[in-house]
């Protein structure tokens, strides 16, 4: 990024405290600007807070003394107009000299390791890349571009010898004694770049010509107790492929090819657009035949292909950011501003949601602010002191999951917490993040027993920080990203998850419909001879319905851990089970929600998933399984094209039961509506015998059979109605009209009023 002026509105400096021009100093020979024995010992130690005060160079008494940092050289020049000066080893690496000029010159140094000199140009001769506003707002918690100023960031700067690019390093430790860069640059010697404190902020700083993207590096940080810490960069852009562990500067050079997706993305409502999500974990979606990790780009050509083919709106993808374990499935985070290395560089999954947008699908992120994880290189602890965690052990260890917890009190957290949301909405052009755990932040007595935890000031169990967390970060994001969506996991009876902040609700766009799951996949795991004495399991879920705006989701956490796959939940003999599969996908996808299924259940995948391998893509060999696939891409289709299916998912009026009671006969037959749209008719048969019954109608005339899952083709048993049914006036079921219809067995039907 090449910086503007000096005194910019951005605070920063962008121009070296050179003079343009030197000019000879007196005849007279000036002694050096005396530095204290015990500042050099400090500066020796990393424990000097203003390294720039005493390195570089100083204007005093008409001549310019310059002391450069090089603990292993065997020699350092200076050179500039003037010619080269020769410096004198000082104190434990600390070289100086009186340069013959009386102002502050544009040079260079020189250092030789007993070989050739390799020279450079000096950090300490630059102003702080962080300016006073920046530090200001990030103190304040409301910076919301913090990645363009903490972290690692190549910036180019115009100076009287021309064009001077490197990489601001800027990094927020309060408690730490020093902080130095240990890089590939230096060596890994973090004694030849110690970090200048900026004031009270916190935030150390250091600009290093001549680094570029690419580049590996480490903070090393003097924690109050004198111990030394190696950590990554918690803003780190890029990071080492696992097991390594040091972050890498990255500037992105992407051309993006999804304008017409972003020029109309500020446009879209997705509470009132049709949305159904493909749930991927990228590292068990597809492999080599090696059995090793596709890259992005891999993912980007078969991904945007397959999801697009099969008509889902969006895809969810589990964590993408930089994690350590692979078994974590990407929640216990390490850094959280990096895309995964094992899959490439950032750019590459910048590639892949360009692909996916230019096949008509948007990405919507896992996102898990609510926990860490413990590894010591990375947040953990991070300046000697629970920095990103909260110090209270009550509230700072979860206990179900093994991580930290952020402390959402702190202003600097919460800063870096929705920054971090923003970024991926803007940088990467995600469309939505779905907010893991979110009822593990909301309460502070959380997987805890009596005496493990304390109620918050007025003695309830809410925690109030997380919550004040929640509603900025989601106030924010709409605010700054129109079109995108944000998604709770919240799994209790929290009141107003998706209710707008300025109405003392969360804000959140939609909540997974956790009861909804649980009651479904209990009634179908069932004998269908048993699913009469159930029947409410699959009926409950309207009473509340439409308290929020719901997600109906079949994730990953159904198809592991020993649950198997939603194949193997289904009972009876593989002709039943695919059946029964198909029957409640109709089912699910006419229910008032958005869908998300997680992969492999498109197919009906025989084993439970697991991360280790990819999906049993063998199986589209077979046509039950083909069957299945194709069912869901025309459930896709016929949803997307039937407003009445999602037009008034948050309205009541938008469902009408046509009989929630035939539990003798496991049938269920409701309306979908929307306003100058047709209707569409659902009727589910979760019995294993067809019935002949006669369908209540909202109107007399011809409905189009839009869905049959029974069909040959889906390797159904063929039992409908021909394609089409007519109405007839005359109540039914409390409808003016009605057909008499065929319900196949373990099927689910969709009727749409006919415009022809």
């Not at 024995?37 to 720039?52: I, K, S």
């Not at 300016?131 to 200001?136: A, F, K, P, R, T």
């Not at 699910?588 to 009906?604: N, R, T, V």
Request: with cysteine; net charge negative.
């Amino acid at each position: 990024m090449t910086e503007s002026t000096p005194g910019s509105s951005t605070g920063r400096s962008t121009s070296p405290s050179t003079s343009p021009a030197p000019s000879t100093v007196p005849s007279t020979d000036p002694q050096p600007l005396p530095v204290a024995r015990d500042v050099l010992e400090q500066l020796a130690r990393g424990e000097h807070g203003d390294p720039h005060g005493v390195l570089g160079v100083h204007p005093h008494d008409g001549a310019v003394t310059v002391r450069v940092l090089r603990p292993l050289a065997t020699s350092v020049a200076v050179s500039g107009a003037w010619g080269t000066t020769e410096l004198a080893h000082e104190h434990e690496g600390v070289w100086v000299a009186v340069l013959p000029v009386a102002r502050v010159p544009e040079y260079r140094v020189g250092v030789s390791y007993g070989g050739d000199p390799t020279t450079f140009d000096d950090p300490y001769r630059w102003l702080p890349t962080v300016g006073e506003m920046d530090l200001h707002l990030f103190n304040e918690g409301r910076h919301e571009q913090l990645w363009d100023v903490l972290g690692a960031n190549v910036r180019s700067y115009e100076t009287a010898a021309g064009t001077v690019t490197g990489t601001s390093f800027a990094v927020w430790a309060p408690h730490a004694r020093g902080v130095r860069l240990k890089a590939d640059f230096n060596s890994w010697d973090g004694r030849e770049h110690p970090m200048r404190q900026l004031g009270t902020s916190g935030v150390w700083e250091l600009f290093v010509p001549g680094v570029g993207a690419g580049a590996t590096y480490k903070y090393a940080l003097l924690t109050q107790e004198g111990h030394w810490l190696e950590k990554a960069d918690p803003m780190a852009g890029w990071a080492e492929q696992p097991p390594l562990t040091a972050s890498r500067v990255h500037a992105t050079t992407y051309e993006w090819g999804d304008d017409a997706w972003m020029a109309t993305r500020g446009e879209k409502t997705p509470t009132e657009a049709p949305m159904s999500c493909y749930e991927v974990h990228l590292a068990s979606w597809k492999k080599n035949y090696d059995g090793t990790l596709w890259t992005w780009e891999q993912m980007a050509d078969d991904l945007a292909a397959y999801v697009g083919d099969l008509g889902f709106t969006h895809v969810e993808l589990m964590p993408v950011m930089q994690h350590p374990f692979g078994g974590s499935w990407g929640y216990h985070v390490t850094s959280y501003f990096a895309p995964d290395s094992r899959f490439g560089d950032p750019d590459g999954f910048r590639r892949l949601v360009d692909r996916l947008h230019q096949h008509g699908v948007g990405v919507i992120l896992d996102w898990v602010p609510g926990h860490f994880a413990t590894d010591e290189w990375a947040l953990a602890r991070f300046d000697g002191t629970p920095l990103y965690e909260d110090p209270n052990p009550q509230r700072g260890w979860h206990k179900e999951w093994g991580s930290h917890i952020f402390n959402f009190g702190r202003h600097e957290v919460r800063n870096f917490l929705y920054a971090n949301a923003v970024y991926w909405l803007e940088e990467f052009h995600a469309d939505g993040l779905r907010v893991d755990g979110v009822a593990s932040m909301l309460y502070l007595d959380y997987s805890r027993e009596d005496g493990e935890w304390s109620p918050n000031k007025f003695g309830g169990r809410e925690n109030l920080e997380a919550v004040q967390f929640l509603q900025e970060m989601n106030a924010t994001v709409y605010r700054r990203v129109p079109g995108i969506v944000t998604i709770a996991e919240e799994s209790t009876a929290w009141p107003g998850v998706t209710r707008p902040t300025s109405s003392d609700g969360l804000g959140f766009g939609f909540k997974w419909n956790m009861g909804w799951m649980h009651d479904s996949l209990d009634y179908v795991a069932k004998d269908p001879v048993y699913r009469r004495y159930h029947h409410g399991e699959m009926t409950f879920s309207l009473v509340y319905a439409f308290s929020e705006n719901y997600v109906l989701p079949i994730s990953h956490d159904e198809v592991v851990h020993g649950k198997g796959s939603l194949l193997r939940k289904m009972p009876g003999d593989r002709w039943q089970q695919l059946a029964n599969l198909r029957a409640y996908l109709g089912f699910m996808w006419a229910h008032p929600g958005k869908q998300l299924l997680f992969m492999g259940s498109e197919f009906g995948q025989e084993s439970e998933w697991a991360e280790s391998r990819e999906l049993d893509w063998w199986l589209l060999e077979n046509p039950d399984h083909a069957g299945v696939r194709d069912l869901v891409r025309d459930l896709n289709h016929a949803y997307s094209a039937s407003p009445a299916l999602w037009g008034r998912d948050q309205d009541p009026a938008g469902f009408t039961w046509i009989d929630g009671g035939d539990a003798d006969r496991n049938v269920f037959s409701f309306i979908r509506r929307t306003p100058g749209e047709p209707d569409v008719v659902c009727v589910s048969n979760f019995s294993a015998t067809p019935h002949d019954l006669r369908l209540g109608l909202p109107a007399a005339g011809a409905w189009d059979e839009l869905v049959n899952t029974d069909a040959v083709g889906y390797c159904g048993s063929g039992v409908g109605n021909l394609g089409r049914i007519t109405g007839v006036t005359g109540e039914w079921s409390g409808q003016p009209a009605h057909a008499d219809v065929v319900v196949p067995p373990l099927a689910t039907v969709w009727f749409r009023r006919s415009e022809s």
